[in-house]
């Protein structure tokens, strides 16, 4: 059974910076695509980054293109989103998923889903 658990969200000034973990568990750590996506109440779930299997091919929103980074540790099987100079509006619940789409940010190609994690921008 395929489990994701998201951490290394909270509370975080304008500008700072942050890292998301997604660790995996149940499956071999390259037979997925991972995505990370967020959301707001009262929005649709926002892809925001995906990486490739083996992690050759990466793909960002427009909206954090140049301030998050993507990658991923076969090795330990946990996928990292590094978000730096961070912005109020990048305040959600961040999500990880995995599916099988290379390259697709659209949250109904991804099966499979952690729990979530708060970052929140705020002075």
């Known amino acids: 059974q395929v489990r994701l658990v998201e951490s290394g969200g909270g509370l975080v000034q304008p500008g700072g910076s942050l890292r998301l973990s997604c660790a995996a568990s149940?499956?071999?750590?390259?037979?997925?695509?991972i995505g990370w996506f967020r959301q707001v109440p009262g929005k649709e779930r926002e892809g925001v980054s995906c990486?490739?299997?083996?992690?050759?091919?990466?793909y960002y929103a427009d909206s954090v293109q140049g301030r998050f980074t993507i990658s991923r540790d076969n090795a330990k099987n946990t996928v990292y989103l590094q978000m730096n100079s961070l912005k109020p509006e990048d305040t959600a619940v961040y999500y990880c998923?995995?599916?099988?789409?290379?390259?697709?940010?659209?949250?109904?190609?991804?099966?499979?889903w952690g729990q979530g994690t708060q970052v929140t921008v705020s002075s």
């Open positions: 998923a995995a599916g099988w789409s290379s390259g697709s940010l659209h949250f109904n190609t991804y099966p499979y």
């Open positions: 149940g499956y071999s750590p390259d037979s997925y695509v």
């Open positions: 990486i490739s299997n083996s992690g050759g091919s990466i």
